[in-house]
């Protein structure tokens, strides 16, 4: 397919998008969601192929604490880009109602609606407790819950006893596509037995090789969402004019890692409010071992790290996630890779 005046093949590996929906500094989780609603209706126009946010909860660090409401609502303000769950966290809820909403959600957008699962809480002890409200189906039920979701995703019987004549409405022709998340080699473990396409977080974890996806692709039984392995990793991205200004925007990102690490980010810091922390040797420290793990620069740099990273890990596709304070750089980000990339 001819791209333009460059009459240039496309990149055959898809650039996709996850969106955590961030609180700024001096803003709030209604210009958050704003935002996020802004920023899929810009990737869709530039030809991204999936837009999916996430789910965190007990945060005022990231707004995006009920995918399915939002993807309700993108779904009306995009048109072709695929919508999806990065991702529910499965633990919490039962199967069949996850399965009903996500139905309901293709009913409105046929063919378009991705179901993204984790086994992470995305939150705090407690806050997992209030979710559950004194249910004891917990993590180590994650696999049994995986199974249940897909038969109930596609009209077959569950594993689970009890579970036998379930079957989920609205009834779909197609069942909203069904993938696993992680950021550990269980969770590719997993993804191969269930036969599911696989997303690794990069940004969680970049200590990672490219055993863990070798062990995913080894290991892979097609399933009824997934004929063949299916390898996307998620990178946390700025892209800007020069590497100079790159820096700059990501100084914002490095602030927020370190409150981070301490155990509350709060809201994400302008530059100059990073500019102005007082680093200490350590933190500064673990700032540049950070920055080595993102793909940040100019379009070439940028575009030069993730075709590394599909090349090292032999990936079907990429999924980015940009966060800056700004929001006119935020878009210029994904502007500038995706016109590069292809």
């Known amino acids: 397919m001819a791209l333009g005046v460059t009459a240039q093949m496309q990149n055959p590996v898809k650039l996709s998008v996850l969106d955590q929906s961030p609180v700024k500094s001096g803003l709030d989780a209604y210009s958050a969601i704003d935002e996020t609603l802004g920023l899929a209706t810009l990737c869709d126009n530039l030809g991204y192929h999936r837009y999916w946010v996430a789910e965190h909860h007990a945060s005022d660090a990231l707004a995006g604490c009920s995918p399915e409401v939002l993807l309700g609502r ?74 249940d979701l897909q038969a109930l995703l596609n009209d077959t019987e569950p594993v689970t006893p009890g579970l036998e004549n379930a079957q989920a409405y609205p009834k779909v022709d197609t069942p909203p596509e069904l993938w696993m998340l992680g950021s550990s080699s269980d969770s590719s473990s997993l993804a191969a037995v269930a036969g599911l396409p696989y997303n690794f977080a990069h940004f969680i974890n970049p200590m990672i090789g490219p055993e863990i996806f070798e062990n995913y692709r080894e290991n892979f039984k097609a399933g009824p969402n997934c004929d063949a392995p299916h390898s996307v990793l998620t990178v946390f991205t700025i892209c800007a004019e020069t590497e ?39 933190e500064l420290q673990v700032i540049e071992e950070n920055r080595k793990k993102r793909a940040i620069g100019t379009p070439e740099q940028v575009c030069e790290k993730l075709e590394s990273y599909v090349n090292d890990f032999e990936l079907d596709e990429l999924m980015i996630l940009t966060i800056t304070h700004s929001k006119s750089a935020r878009k210029k980000s994904y502007e500038l890779l995706y016109s590069n990339w292809n």
């Not at 979710?131 to 917990?138: A, C, E, N, Q």
């Open 74 to 147: 993108l779904g009306a303000e995009t048109k072709d880009i695929r919508l999806g769950s990065g991702g529910i966290m499965l633990p919490h809820y039962s199967p069949y109602k996850v399965a009903e909403n996500f139905r309901m959600l293709e009913t409105m957008y046929p063919s378009r609606i991705d179901l993204g699962i984790g086994r992470a809480p995305g939150t705090d002890p407690f806050t997992a407790a209030a979710i559950r409200y004194g249910s004891t189906v917990g993590p180590e039920h994650f696999p049994n819950m995986v199974l």
């Open 244 to 282: 100079k200004e790159a820096l700059e925007l990501s100084k914002s990102r490095d602030l927020w890692f370190i409150r981070l690490l301490r155990g509350s980010p709060g809201p994400f810091p302008s530059v100059q409010e990073a500019s102005d922390y007082p680093y200490s040797s350590r």
